[in-house]
């Protein structure tokens, strides 16, 4: 007995296209966790600009990396692209809360979001099967 959904062979290029915006993704985020954990100067104003006390900068740093680190595993990359999706909604939030010029700061985040997304989609048959697009 067959499902009644059927999954549409997937092309080569779909998957190196979902594997280059998953690494591009991967690649941002990482900076962005590496320069949190070395608490260079400018980003500690930030910080303090959105709000932060300085002193949390390497705690966010070492979560950002932890959820990197399982969304660049094929085996939890699902749950990575989840945690993921959640702190980068903290940080449309806190964008928003300090007035941030919407699509240049506020909806930065969401972007990799959807880039993070696309490139899971693409590369990854279990995501594919759990939001079917249709034509």
């Known amino acids: 007995m067959q499902s009644a959904t059927q999954m549409a062979p997937v092309s080569k290029k779909m998957i ?38 300085a002193d949390v900068v390497r705690g966010i740093g070492i979560l950002l990396l932890v959820c990197v680190a399982l969304y660049a595993i094929p085996r939890t990359s699902i749950l990575g692209a989840i945690l993921l999706t959640g702190y980068l909604g903290g940080a449309v939030a ?33 995501v594919r099967a759990l939001v079917p697009l249709r034509s």
């Open 94 to 126: 806190t964008h928003v809360r300090i007035g941030d010029p919407l699509f240049s700061h506020a909806l930065f985040p969401t972007y990799v979001g959807l880039l993070i997304w696309a490139g899971i989609f693409l590369r990854d048959e279990r």
């Open 16 to 53: 190196w296209v979902g594997r280059v915006l998953s690494a591009i993704a991967i690649l941002f985020l990482l900076f962005d966790s590496v320069i949190k954990l070395m608490k260079i100067a400018p980003v500690l104003a930030a910080f303090v600009k959105l709000g932060y006390p």
